[in-house]
Structure formats: structure tokens, C-alpha cells
């Protein structure tokens, strides 16, 4: 026998045996020789009970995730003397590594010809994507020094109890004992991110103020909604004896759209969830389209397909959404008494809604008040012209929520009067503010 990719000798017990150990379940396994010398002299050891029991309680102690499970000692006689034989399997919970050195280069090891070196980040990410299943907030944290002190305060908050054995049953905790995606998306170190910005006027030409958010998606989540408030204003207006005060958002569609948005996104691909504040709306954009199989007519309907299912269970959980797939149509019902809508749109890789401001909009309706729109769902399409150059039919389909032939019929007779001009033919039609 010789040293190599499967093979190690070692002439005694050393600590630095953990490093083979791991290097081999991460790899294709292996056998450590103990009481063989590198030249390959069988050398023995003086008292193999004892050796053998320092070298498993060695790997129970300082190993993660427990790989005792893919170890086996063995005493063997070679030449007449004792040599302790560990065979090491590629183990099913990759990357193995040092407690406490974590889920890094130093804390995992992997075989290189008869050595064990550091592994590099993109072969952890990879051994943590072939077995940490389909999803990403099953996978396991490569951050395993997780704190947890927001989530903590919120389940008190709601009188729920929140220790090892809850954070094992909602998947915070994996069966190996690590701590999951989801563990790191609820805790401190959280890494994904909420970028605000503030805009003058309708573009994105003059920042008035800019923020980006961090920690536990809870602490995120509240940090948002505080900082949107801000600049949710709130109008008065004076009907005969009585004072009005409308906001320019509904509280509740602002609440739907940014729990939608957080629990939703896809944490797999790295960006954050960007809420751009303008005088007349608020768009919110999140990372991830559709769940296949869903589309965009589904979602309207109510229909929900979860990316992230313990994440939503989580939310449920702490009653920060009743229900699932009622966050589109809550929004929609809060503007239903108004002429402008949310508007919705889905790429294949982000998903993004628009809430109009109300005050805003209604101040745009009584400067066209003095065209003869006739009906008033063109004062809606007027309306789209205060954040946009131009609009396609598809633009007006989703915000007054009709058919393209009544869509059609409506551009048709805004031609006709003047209120607009048309620009191209066909799908690439446009449609511009005379």
C-alpha cells in the first residue's frame, strides 16, 4: 500500500487527523492507517483501545455535521503489531467541517491527490447545493454562527416560544443539526437586503434621500414599513361640515405589497429587494418571477404557488399574513373605489407592483377635468402619463383590470377625440399624450 487519494498513513494519534477525516466524507472517502509510518513501515501503536477511543470522541466533539454515522474502527495486526483502521465514507450531509472554524475554506477540507487542503468557497457551494435538496431555504447556511435576537423579540412578542425544538420543527434547525437558509434569512447575519430610495418629482433623475436595510427579515420588514410611512402623507379635505384625511396609500395595500415581496422573492440569486418612493407612486421590486406552472392570470384569481414554504409558515405562524394568495386581491380591494389601480408586472426573473399615490392622482383628475373623456376610465389612462412617455394597450388591461377588446375600443375612441396619438403598428403600437 501507498498514500493517495483513498489511503493516509498516520505513524501515531494526532489531532491533525480531523483534517482527513473530513476531507475524505467530503470527497470520495477513504482509509486512515494508524501505526504505519509515510514510508509505509508498520510501526503499531501501544494501546489501541485507548487510541481508538480518543480518536472517535475527537470526531463526535469537533466535526459538523455529525459524521460518526460514515466512520468505522477497526484494530488490525500488521507485521504482528496493532494498527488502528478507519474507513471513511463520502458522507450524505457535504461539507463536513470544523465546528469552530464554520463553513468556510478553513473549517473544510477536501482530498487533493494524497493530501487534504482547503476546499474553495465554489466547491462549498456546490457540495451545499447537491445535498441540501430543491429548495433554498432547506439548503444549509454556509454562515453557521447564526444569533437570532430579533425573531426572538417578535415570537415573544406573540407569546410563542421559540427554542431549539421550535426552530427544529420550522425548519430553522435541519435534521443534521445545522442551521438551514431559512435560520439565516430569520437571523441577524441575514444577507439578503432592502435598498429604499426617494425620488423628485416622477423619475429617477433626483435621489432626495436613499437607505439600505439589513438584518433578520422581520427586523427588514418593520424597518420598511417605518421608513414608507414617512412618506405616506396625509391629505385633508373639507365636505360640507366635515374634514376628510385620506393618506396617499392605503396602509393595508402598502402591508400586503411588502410581505408579498419579502416572502416571495427568490433568496437563491443574489440582489436586493429595491421600494422606489416618487411623488405619485411607490414601486416595489422583488427578485424571482413565477413559480412554474403559475401565471399571471392565476395570481389575479388568488391562486398561490409558495417558493418559500416554511418562510411563509413562519410568517403565518407569527400572524403576519392570515392566509395564503389573498395578498394580490387585498391590495386590488383596497383601490377598488378608485379610479387608478396597482399595476403588476412579471418577468422571468423579478416580479414588481406599482401602488399609485391617491392624493396625487386625484389632484392629476381635476387638471382634465375640462376634456371630454366622456367616460372615466380614460381619465385612468390619462392618469398613466404622469410616470410614463408612453403606454402600450397591455399598460391599460392591467389598470383598469379589462379585456383587450374593451382596452382596444377605449384607445379607439381617445384617437378619435384627440386626447392621444398612436406611434408604430401592431404589437409594437405605442400610445402617447397629445
Do not use: W
Not at 404622469?386 to 394597450?393: A, D, H, M, P, Q
Request: glycine share 6%.
Amino acid at each position: 500500500m501507498t498514500e493517495g487519494k483513498t489511503i493516509e498513513f498516520k505513524r501515531q494519534y494526532t489531532e491533525d487527523i480531523k483534517y482527513t477525516v473530513i476531507a475524505f466524507a467530503n470527497t470520495e472517502g477513504g482509509k486512515i492507517y494508524i501505526g504505519i509510518d509515510d514510508d509505509g513501515t508498520v510501526c503499531g501503536v501501544h494501546d489501541a483501545e485507548e487510541t481508538t477511543l480518543k480518536l472517535t470522541n475527537m470526531i463526535r466533539d469537533i466535526i459538523r455535521p455529525d459524521v460518526t454515522l460514515f466512520t468505522d474502527c477497526i484494530t488490525e495486526y500488521m507485521d504482528n503489531k496493532p494498527v488502528i483502521v478507519m474507513t471513511v465514507q463520502r458522507g450524505t450531509a457535504r461539507p463536513y467541517y470544523l465546528y469552530s472554524k464554520g463553513v468556510r475554506p478553513e473549517g473544510v477540507y477536501v482530498r487533493q491527490g494524497s493530501s487534504s487542503v482547503p476546499a474553495s468557497e465554489t466547491a462549498i457551494l456546490t457540495m451545499i447545493k447537491e445535498t441540501g435538496g430543491d429548495y433554498y431555504e432547506d439548503a444549509r447556511s454556509v454562515n453557521q454562527n447564526l444569533t437570532f435576537e430579533k425573531t426572538q423579540s417578535y415570537f415573544s412578542k406573540k407569546n410563542l416560544d421559540f427554542g431549539d425544538a421550535q426552530k427544529r420543527t420550522l425548519n430553522i434547525i435541519s435534521q443534521d443539526g445545522t442551521f438551514s437558509n431559512l435560520g439565516m434569512l430569520l437571523s441577524d447575519q441575514c444577507t439578503a437586503t432592502i435598498k429604499m430610495a426617494v425620488f423628485e418629482g416622477s423619475k429617477k433623475s433626483v435621489f432626495r434621500d436613499r437607505k439600505e436595510l439589513s438584518g433578520s427579515l422581520l427586523q427588514q420588514i418593520e424597518d420598511a414599513y417605518s421608513y414608507i410611512n414617512q412618506y405616506n402623507h396625509i391629505h385633508s379635505e373639507i365636505n360640507g361640515l366635515e374634514r376628510i384625511d385620506k393618506q396617499d396609500y392605503p396602509r393595508e395595500a402598502l402591508r400586503e405589497a411588502l410581505l408579498n415581496a419579502i416572502v416571495h422573492r427568490d433568496y437563491s440569486v443574489r440582489g436586493s429587494t429595491l421600494i422606489s418612493i416618487f411623488d405619485d407612486r411607490i414601486e416595489i421590486v422583488s427578485i424571482g418571477g413565477l413559480v412554474l406552472g403559475i401565471t399571471y392570470d392565476d395570481i389575479m384569481l388568488g391562486v398561490s404557488a409558495l417558493r418559500n414554504q416554511h418562510l411563509a409558515q413562519v410568517f403565518y405562524r407569527l400572524r403576519l399574513i392570515e392566509a395564503y394568495g389573498t395578498g394580490i386581491m387585498k391590495i386590488n380591494e383596497c383601490y377598488a373605489d378608485y379610479p387608478v389601480k396597482p399595476i403588476i408586472e412579471v418577468s422571468n426573473n423579478a416580479f414588481k407592483i406599482t401602488l399609485p399615490n391617491l392624493n396625487f392622482t386625484n389632484q392629476a383628475y381635476h387638471t382634465i377635468t375640462h376634456t371630454n373623456t366622456e367616460d372615466p376610465r380614460m381619465e385612468t389612462i390619462l392618469a398613466l402619463f404622469n410616470r410614463k412617455e408612453s403606454i402600450i394597450r397591455k399598460d391599460i388591461d392591467e389598470a383598469l383590470g379589462v379585456s383587450q377588446s374593451t382596452a382596444s375600443m377605449l384607445l379607439r375612441k381617445m384617437l378619435e377625440k384627440g386626447l392621444l396619438k398612436k406611434v408604430g403598428n401592431g404589437r409594437k403600437a405605442e400610445y402617447r399624450k397629445m
